[in-house]
């Protein structure tokens, strides 16, 4: 089997963990989980050169400085977005960039994955797919009926994955629910496996101007070093989509791998809570802090003491000039704060 | 009726409001209700020159600053303990250098009282019953079944006020809900009026040892500008002991007065958080903060805004490089926290 080519995205910002994530410090950068940024952990799970050719990481200038502090592969392209067009056209630039049979596997930054092997295993499965000329998706096992997510209706199997009934938006409740008991559905991670021509050839069949305005912006490219600049003005006149509306929900060769990985995507602090390794009452301590008679409850400081008495379920963060207190289900809603709305 | 003099104990320092509350700063000198300090409310009370003399202070070396930069009576006199010894001593100080029929009104600098009226009222009061050599305590209205105060039972009505039947210690739950139900049963709010003459000699009846110790002291004390020092060795060869120990429990000339004043010893952040005004939801804001979904939290910050989603009956103080979480239970236990022991 030919070597994987990993496709790291590492764009927007978001601000459903502030105070921690900020503007000018986004979630893939920070480590949450452990020593390392998850930006740092999505490196090193495709870091092993028998398996994973060099990687490719897609950004914007904004987070262009904290990509190469970050970055120790001494191998990896850069591709710096002049904007922010969604995630169809980024994996587009890296296509375009990578030859033509070349496998991708396009992987978010901000995103955790506790159980590495599993990872790799499933990516090998979704490469000999993919070489089969198959677009494949990780289909991550529903283990809640959580209405944050994308789901996949498994349709039948072959080679070791199976082929894609349907992709199906964010539910509802009680669709969630219902998915979860029928047990054919997975989470749609956001993660895909494909051979590069084969994604430019199906992305071209249903978006070609996006195709025209890339090849031009690829075209007229400058490179400096490792980086590589795409022209704005003709990336900046592309239509943004997603790659599941532009090309996954479209394709008639959708596929999918099931795993089980310990997967997460940290969207909000209560998931971030939920994939800590906690004590025996369910808390998780990050920094300085004491806690007494407290079951439940996350502190994450990045320099004050937090010191709790008598708490349950709660979220306290401490960072720099802003302290958050939410309920789980609160933290839901943080970003609906003045202090998460106005940096 | 001749003038009350104020005399005011500004000891101790206590961890009960910690992290706002610290050894170099502590409670009576911090505006924890309003923007003026419990001293400086405390020495307001006072203030009306027709009712009060001049006040005495009665304060350590460690505290002499912070009463030095709140002090604004111009004609007040401030008693520098070489160390502390207990109320009795504290008291006697003050007693001795004023004149023998001097009618003292002792005041704790540390707790709120909210009605100003009610208290020069009962002040009033209790200086006609001490000009007829009463030695007389305020008794504080029991709103509720108090583990934390001492209780005065209530004897036969006298002159405004009542004799005392007997002083009680602390009481468990239990007792203390007893006390409520039976209703002759008022807290002991550490206030006492007493002559200064009457005070010394009931004192020197009871303990001796300790007059001829404090007599010395004061004998030799040295006195600079306002302040005066009585001599180290002396004083502090003192066994210290409470007023309520040393005299009031013992004394035949024990009488109080009744007092609905809205008086707290805000002896912890619950009690803090219930003697401040809240919102329609219970929650009170000190410092920058925003509350979204909250009943019942109080918020007290010195910089960093807190922002609290989805949070009920909790209190969270923010203060340097320390942070407290907990709930109105928890708050009696936060003298057990290593920030609170460690300072």
């Known amino acids: 089997m030919s070597k994987i080519y990993p496709v790291i995205l590492c764009g927007g910002s978001g601000t459903r963990l502030w105070p921690k994530s900020r503007a000018d410090k986004p979630k893939p950068f920070l480590p949450l989980l452990g020593r390392k940024s998850l930006f740092e952990q999505t490196l090193e799970r495709s870091a092993n050169r028998q398996t994973f050719a060099a990687p490719t990481i897609v950004t914007g200038q904004k987070h262009l400085d904290l990509v190469e502090a970050q970055l120790s592969a001494p191998d990896a392209a850069i591709i710096v977005e002049p904007v922010g067009k969604n995630t169809a056209p980024a994996i587009?630039?890296?296509?375009?960039?990578?030859?033509?049979?070349?496998?991708?596997?396009?992987?978010?930054?901000?995103?955790?994955?506790?159980?590495?092997?599993?990872?790799?295993?499933?990516?090998?499965?979704a490469s000999s797919l993919a070489e089969e000329n198959w677009l494949v998706a990780f289909g991550i096992e529903a283990t809640q009926p959580e209405t944050g997510y994308g789901y996949i209706k498994r349709g039948p199997e072959m080679g070791g994955g199976m082929q894609v009934d349907r992709f199906v938006e964010k539910p509802d409740l009680a669709t969630a629910i219902g998915f979860l008991e029928d047990g054919s559905y997975s989470w749609n991670g956001g993660i895909f496996c494909f051979r590069a021509g084969l994604f430019l050839e199906e992305l071209e069949r249903h978006r070609p101007e996006m195709v025209a305005h890339l090849r031009e912006a690829v075209d007229q490219a400058r490179e400096d070093g490792r980086c590589v600049y795409p022209d704005a003005g003709h990336f900046g006149a592309i239509d943004g989509d997603s790659i599941d509306y532009a090309v996954m929900e479209t394709t008639e060769r959708a596929a999918m791998v099931p795993v089980t990985m310990g997967w997460s995507d940290i969207g909000n602090w209560a998931a971030l809570h939920e994939a800590s390794d906690s004590d025996d009452h369910g808390n998780v301590q990050h920094g300085k802090a004491e806690l007494i008679d407290c079951s439940n409850v996350l502190v994450h400081s990045d320099g004050p003491r937090i010191s709790a008495i008598g708490i349950k379920d709660a979220i306290i963060v401490a960072d720099g000039d802003e302290i958050l207190v939410t309920s789980s289900k609160g933290a839901q809603r943080v970003g609906t704060l003045q202090g998460a709305k106005s940096q």
């Open 92 to 125: 587009a630039l890296a296509a375009m960039r990578l030859p033509s049979d070349a496998v991708m596997l396009v992987c978010p930054s901000d995103h955790y994955i506790k159980d590495t092997n599993a990872f790799v295993a499933a990516a090998e499965m």
